[in-house]
C-alpha cells in the first residue's frame, strides 16, 4: 500500500525537477547545447534498455514500418526539440521554471480547443467550464508579471513550446499504437538529437562550462528524469489505468512552482498559487471528460 502512494509522488517529483534541472543548466551552457547533449546520452540509454526489454516481453519487439518510424522522428524533434528546446531557452532568458511548466501544461487546453475546428468536436459542459478555469488560472498567475517582471522573448517562446507539443502529441496519438513505447522513444531521442546537432551548427554558438553543477543537472536530466521517471511511467501505466497515470500530470505545474520557490527563490503569492491551483483543476476537467459521446 505503502509503494502505491509513494511510487506516483516520486513521478511527479521527477518530473517536474526537469525545469528546475534546465533552470541550473542553462547557467553554464547554451539552451540547445545541452539539450544536445541529453538526448545524445538519452539515445544510448534507451538502446541499451532495449534488449532487457526484449528479454522482459519474451520475445521480439514489433518492427514498424519506415513511414511509422519516420512519423516518430517528426514527433520527436517536435517534442524533444522544438518543445523542450523553447522551454529551455525561455528558461535562459529569465522565465521562471513555474511559468514554465504551467503555460506548457495547458497543452490538453489547446488540443480541445483545435479538436473544436479541426474535427469538428464539441466540448462537454464539464470540460468547457475546466477550459475557462485553466485559463483564467493563467491569467491569475501572468497578470502581475505583465508590468515588466516577465522578459516577452521568454514567453514567447515557450508558447513557441506549447504548440509544439501540442501538435506532437496529436500526431503521437494517432501512431503511439504502431511503435512499442521504448523504441518509439530510441526513435525520438535520436531524431531530437540530429535536429539539436544542426540548431548548434547553425543558429547557437555552443558553449559549456564544464562545472560541477552542470555535469549534475545533466545526470539528473539523463538518468532522473529521461530514464527514472520512464521507468515508473512504465510501471504505473501497466499498474494502473492511463486516466490515472495521466492525472498526475496536473499535479506538476504546481509541484514545480513549490520547489522552484524553495530552491531558487522564485516568487510563490497566494495569488500565483491560486492560478496554479485553477489550471491544474481545469486541465483535469478537460483531460477526465475527454470520452468521445456516445
Known amino acids: 500500500m505503502l509503494f502505491r502512494i509513494i511510487l506516483p509522488l516520486v513521478f511527479v517529483f521527477l518530473w517536474s525537477s526537469a525545469f528546475l534541472a534546465a533552470k541550473v543548466g542553462v547557467q553554464y551552457s547554451t539552451p ?3 539539450l544536445l547533449l541529453r538526448f545524445a546520452l538519452v539515445s544510448l540509454v534507451f538502446a541499451a534498455m532495449l534488449p532487457f526489454a526484449r528479454a522482459w516481453r519474451r520475445g521480439e519487439l514489433p518492427r514498424p514500418g519506415l513511414s511509422v518510424v519516420g512519423l516518430t522522428a517528426i514527433v520527436g524533434v517536435a517534442l524533444h526539440g522544438v518543445y523542450l528546446g523553447s522551454v529551455f531557452f ?6 521562471s521554471a513555474g511559468i514554465s511548466a504551467l503555460i506548457v501544461s495547458m497543452q490538453p487546453l489547446l488540443a480541445s480547443v483545435l479538436a473544436i475546428f479541426l474535427f469538428n468536436e464539441r466540448l462537454r459542459p464539464v470540460q468547457s467550464a475546466g477550459l475557462l478555469a485553466g485559463i483564467a488560472g493563467v491569467f491569475i498567475v501572468l497578470l502581475p508579471k505583465m508590468g515588466g517582471g516577465m522578459p516577452p522573448l521568454g514567453l514567447f517562446s515557450v508558447c513557441c513550446g506549447l504548440v509544439a507539443v501540442t501538435g506532437g502529441t496529436l500526431l503521437q496519438k494517432r501512431i503511439g499504437d504502431k511503435i512499442d513505447l521504448l523504441a518509439g522513444n530510441l526513435v525520438q531521442a535520436m531524431a531530437a538529437s540530429a535536429f539539436l ?4 551548427l547553425t543558429v547557437e554558438t555552443p558553449q559549456v562550462s564544464w562545472q560541477m553543477p552542470f555535469f549534475l543537472a545533466l545526470a539528473w536530466q539523463v538518468i532522473m528524469v529521461s530514464a527514472g521517471a520512464y521507468v515508473i511511467l512504465m510501471v504505473l501505466i ?3 489505468s492511463m486516466a490515472a497515470v495521466s492525472s498526475l500530470m496536473f499535479l506538476v505545474p504546481p509541484v514545480t512552482a513549490v520547489i522552484a520557490a524553495a530552491g531558487f527563490g522564485e516568487p510563490l503569492t497566494l495569488a500565483s498559487i491560486t492560478g496554479f491551483a485553477m489550471s491544474s483543476a481545469g486541465v483535469y ?3 477526465a471528460n475527454s470520452r468521445p459521446r456516445k
Not at 90 to 95: E, M, Q
Not at 197 to 200: D, E, K, L, P, Y
Open 32 to 34: 540547445f547545447t545541452m
Open 90 to 95: 525561455a528558461i535562459s532568458v529569465g522565465l
Open 197 to 200: 546537432a544542426v540548431i548548434c
Open 238 to 240: 501497466k499498474r494502473d
Open 285 to 287: 476537467l478537460v483531460t
